[in-house]
DNA sequence: ACCCAGGTGGCTT
DNA sequence: AAGCCACATGGG
């Protein structure tokens, strides 16, 4: 049973930056790529939806979840317009980003499925990431019911697989779903999931196994919505590297740099920046082979 | 055949 | 503390 939810006057959203911006793997354009104002569809939690804006009203088509669920999960009630203002005050360098990015906003997604998710991030490329979380959810998550009625072609939704399924996964079949060497930090870290509960903290996150500092932050920005974290990947060192001349290698410098820089805002910042960067085509391209 | 991608763990200086 | 290097995989 489909449930249809209409959010008016929301602000500061654009579905494709939400979803591309690289904060999360499983959404995915449901039809007419070219088409303005396209639907995704895509899961949160045990939530099947597909998701359109239609002028300024967010319309959630879903097999469950109240309104509040997904206000929350769209993070609705923060302003963005005001952080984006507020960003550019405090650095100016950053207006083309900021400009580009408008109508990201930062998820409030599941735990569990932020860790693994970042786990299997690690050394990757985010169409293989989404590649590799397809199949785990095949192979591991169950079928969300009702999610057949979303598409056309009648195919279903897998919900996000948990931690119990991942834990007791044969780290050889996992391997098989083309996980590499990642395999392993997949289940010892469910294992750990399961019987230490939810880490709430850095210093937990990091002793999963397969979670380091950039991982770790991404887990807080995405996973705990500590938007104080700045995780530093290779672009972020790109552009680090270029705005302020640090050394490529010295990440924790800036993350250090960026986190008193940006204080609270420091999540956001790193999110246009990174999503500018990656995806903002010749002209951000230019500033960062401009200067070296 | 190399280099890179939302890096980490482990070992050696 | 800092510097290597292996690790799986697939695309350029």
Request: proline share 4%; with cysteine; hydrophobic share 35%.
């Amino acid at each position: 049973m489909i449930k249809k939810i209409v959010i008016e006057k929301v602000r500061d959203i654009d579905l494709t930056h939400v979803f591309e911006c690289g904060q999360c793997f499983r959404w995915v354009p449901l039809e007419d790529p070219e088409e303005d104002g396209r639907r995704y569809i895509g899961a949160a939690g045990d939530k099947a939806a597909v998701i359109s804006l239609d002028g300024d009203s967010l319309i959630i088509e879903t097999t469950g979840g109240d309104r509040d669920f997904w206000r929350d999960y769209f993070d609705l009630d923060t302003d963005y317009s005001a952080i984006k203002d507020e960003l550019v005050r405090n650095e100016p360098s950053i207006k083309a980003a900021t400009g580009y990015g408008s109508g990201i906003r930062i998820l409030n997604q599941d735990l569990f499925e932020t860790i693994i998710s970042f786990i299997i991030s690690q050394n990757n490329n985010i169409p293989r990431i989404r590649k590799n979380l397809e199949a785990l959810c095949r192979s591991y998550g169950s079928i969300i019911e009702g999610s057949e009625a979303l598409r056309p072609d009648g195919e279903p939704v897998y919900a996000f697989p948990s931690a119990a399924s991942l834990a007791a996964a044969d780290v050889g079949d996992l391997a098989a779903l083309r996980l590499g060497y990642r395999s392993k930090y997949i289940k010892k870290t469910s294992e750990r999931f399961l019987e230490k509960g939810c880490p709430a903290s850095r210093e937990e996150l990091l002793q999963l196994e397969g979670v380091g500092p950039k991982v770790a932050n991404c887990i807080m920005l995405f996973g705990l919505h500590d938007t104080g974290a700045f995780p530093v990947d290779t672009w972020v060192k790109h552009i680090m590297n270029d705005m302020y001349g640090f050394e490529e290698k010295d990440a924790a410098g800036m993350q250090a740099f960026a986190c008193g820089h940006f204080g609270r805002l420091a999540g956001y910042a790193q999110q246009y920046l990174f999503y500018y960067y990656r995806d903002g085509g010749p002209a951000s391209q230019k500033m960062l082979n401009s200067s070296h």
